[in-house]
C-alpha cells in the first residue's frame, strides 16, 4: 500500500518589512515616549494593525524592547565606520563627539535618543528597561575608556590622571548633548561642547 506524502506548509511570512517597522517605531517612542505613545498611535506611525503587532512583538513594551535593540544596533555601526578610517586615538574621539554634535542638533537632535529617552522615562520604574540600559552604558564607557587609551599610547592625548573617570565625563557630556538638542540646539553649538571636551583632554 502507497504512503501519501503529507505536505508541510511554512508557515505565514509578515507580510511587512520588520527594520522599517521598527525603525518607525523608534521615531515614535523617541518623539513620543514610551507612556506617550498608544496602541493606535502606533498603528498610524508603523502602518500596522494591533494583530499584526502583538504578533511580532508581544506587547507595546516587546515593541519597545526590539525598537531598542534596532536603535542600538544602528548607531553602533554608524559610530564603528566613523572610528574605523581614523587614525589615532584623538581623531578617533574628535570624529565619536562629531558625531554626537550631528545628531544632537537639528532634526535629529530634536527628535532625540531613544536610549536617553527610554532611560529618563522608564529606568527607575522597568527592571528590564534600566538593566538592557545599564549594559549599554557600560558598553559606551569601555568604548570612550578604550579611545583614551590608545590616545595616550600613540601620543596623541598626554596621560590623563583618571581614565575612568574621563570616560564618566564624556558619557555624561554626550547624553547632556542629545538633551540639549530636544529643545533645538544649533550644530555650532553642539560642535563647541564637544571642542571644549577635546581641549580639557589635551590639558
Not at 494593525?49 to 554608524?78: P, V
Not at 530634536?110 to 527592571?127: F, I, P, R
Request: charged fraction near 20%.
Amino acid at each position: 500500500m502507497q504512503k501519501k506524502s503529507r505536505t508541510i506548509t511554512a508557515g505565514r511570512p509578515r507580510e511587512f518589512n520588520t527594520d522599517l517597522a521598527l525603525e518607525s517605531a523608534i521615531h515614535h517612542f523617541s518623539v513620543h515616549g514610551y507612556h506617550g505613545s498608544s496602541i493606535s498611535d502606533l498603528n498610524a506611525a508603523l502602518g500596522l494593525t494591533t494583530g499584526s503587532i502583538y504578533k511580532a512583538w508581544g506587547d507595546k513594551h516587546g515593541l519597545l524592547m526590539a525598537a531598542l535593540e534596532r536603535y542600538i544596533e544602528l548607531r553602533s555601526a554608524a559610530v564603528g565606520q566613523l572610528l574605523s578610517v581614523a587614525p589615532n586615538g584623538l581623531a578617533k574621539l574628535e570624529a565619536l563627539l562629531g558625531h554626537y554634535a550631528d545628531i544632537s542638533s537639528g532634526n535629529s537632535g530634536e527628535v532625540g535618543c531613544l536610549v536617553v529617552e527610554t532611560a529618563m522615562e522608564l529606568s527607575a520604574s522597568d527592571k528590564v528597561i534600566a538593566a538592557r540600559l545599564a549594559r549599554q552604558e557600560a558598553s559606551r564607557r569601555a568604548q570612550f575608556t578604550a579611545l583614551l587609551q590608545q590616545a595616550e599610547r600613540d601620543g596623541s592625548l598626554p596621560k590623563q590622571d583618571d581614565i575612568a573617570s574621563c570616560a564618566d565625563l564624556l558619557i555624561a557630556m554626550t547624553q547632556g548633548m542629545r538633551v540639549l538638542g530636544k529643545s533645538g540646539s544649533s550644530r555650532e553649538r553642539m560642535q563647541a561642547i564637544a571642542d571644549k571636551a577635546i581641549s580639557l583632554l589635551q590639558h
